[in-house]
């Protein structure tokens, strides 16, 4: 089972879009929600969800 955050992040991942830094900081996202983007992604990496590149491995497809 993953959060809904990570979810959001494995969607933004396969659509080839996963938030950089200048799209957050110009929605006005603070350093907090920065790191807690990292941590989401370092979870998914750790799942085999997403790969090194922030690809989406076969297992995370699952979820998709």
Do not use: H
Not at 4 to 24: I, V
Not at 50 to 62: Q, S, Y
């Amino acid at each position: 089972m993953i959060s809904p955050a990570q979810l959001r992040m494995l969607k933004d991942c396969a659509d080839g879009e996963p938030t950089d830094y200048a799209d957050f900081a110009d929605r006005g996202g603070s350093a907090l929600g920065w790191a807690n983007r990292e941590r989401v992604i370092s979870a998914l990496v750790r799942q085999g969800l997403l790969d090194d590149d922030l690809k989406v491995t076969e297992r995370g497809r699952v979820y998709l």
